[in-house]
Structure formats: C-alpha cells, structure tokens
C-alpha cells in the first residue's frame, strides 16, 4: 500500500488534516513534528497516554514490596526493644516510600520503551529531515483507488508539498 506524505508550515493544518483522514478511516498514520504541540497530539491521539498505568502499576508494587519485605525481615529476625510490636509500620514507611519512587521510576522507563515501540531500529520510509527542523510532516497510508482523494485533502489543509512514498 503507497503511502502519500504531507509536508506542513502550521501546526493547527496538521491537526486540521490529521482529524479529517481520520475521520475518514485513515488509521495508519504518522505525524512528524520539530516539537510537541499540543493540539497535534489530541488530534493524533486524544486519549491520555497509556505510560501512567506502568507508572502506577509500578509504584503500588513498589509499596507493597517494601512493607512485605521490612514486615517479613522483622518477623525472621525479631529484636525486642521495649515490648514494641515486630511489625512497626511507621518506622518501614520510608523503605515503601524508596521502592515505589524506584519501582515507579522503573516501570514508567519500561512502559515508555513499550508505548512508544522504542528502540526504532529502521526509519519510517515517509520521514524527512525537514520534520527535526521547522516542517511538520504527515505520512498515510492510502489504497491505490484514495490517492488522489488524499492528496486533495492535505492540499485543502495548506500542504506545502504532498509527495507518494511507494510501499
């Protein structure tokens, strides 16, 4: 399947260009930016990202791997100091705040590598190096029969160029 790349000065085009292919049905699409903007970023995806459930996931682990593991090391080595209770959850609350600042810490990193399909060894065959600069770039996959189609609509949202990247 070709893919037809759009090549925009504006980021509100982009976004414009990006609600209407999918609108359309245009799943398969890439946005290139030479920096975050947020109206392209809920045009593309509107819905928060999925990295905060890692990043939760991670902490509650964390929390509860530092109580269990204080808990469990206080029961298998008991000192008694002045008839206090082994368990003493205050005094371990330090060692669950540091594991879920780590564990957290850590899960967000995997979750971010999962996310966003990172390391990318291969370049996306659409990418220019006009989209690191000052350019925004929208690459779609299309069936051959919606090429011209396409390629009006990124023309009618301002497309300085729009060129045809084969398969």
């Known amino acids: 399947m070709p893919t037809l790349v759009g090549v925009f000065d504006d980021p509100q085009d982009v976004a414009e260009t990006v609600k209407r292919l999918k609108g359309r049905g ?28 890692f990043t939760l996931v991670g902490g509650l682990l964390g929390v509860v791997t530092g109580y269990a593991m204080t808990i469990w090391m206080s029961l298998d080595w008991p000192i008694v100091i002045g008839g206090k209770p082994f368990a003493a959850i205050p005094t371990y609350t330090v060692i669950a705040f540091e594991l879920t600042i780590l564990f957290g810490g850590i899960f967000t990193l995997l979750g971010l590598l999962a996310v966003g399909r990172l390391p990318s060894l291969k370049l996306d065959p659409g990418y220019d190096a006009r989209f690191s600069g000052d350019e925004f770039g929208v690459a779609v996959e299309v069936p ?5 189609e396409v390629d009006g609509l990124m023309r009618a949202h301002h497309a300085k160029e729009v060129s045809l990247v084969p398969a």
């Open 26 to 53: 245009f799943a398969k699409l890439e946005v290139y930016s030479p920096a975050p903007f947020e109206e392209v970023e809920l045009a593309v995806d509107p819905k928060p990202s999925r990295v905060r459930l």
């Open 144 to 148: 051959e029969r919606d090429v011209s």
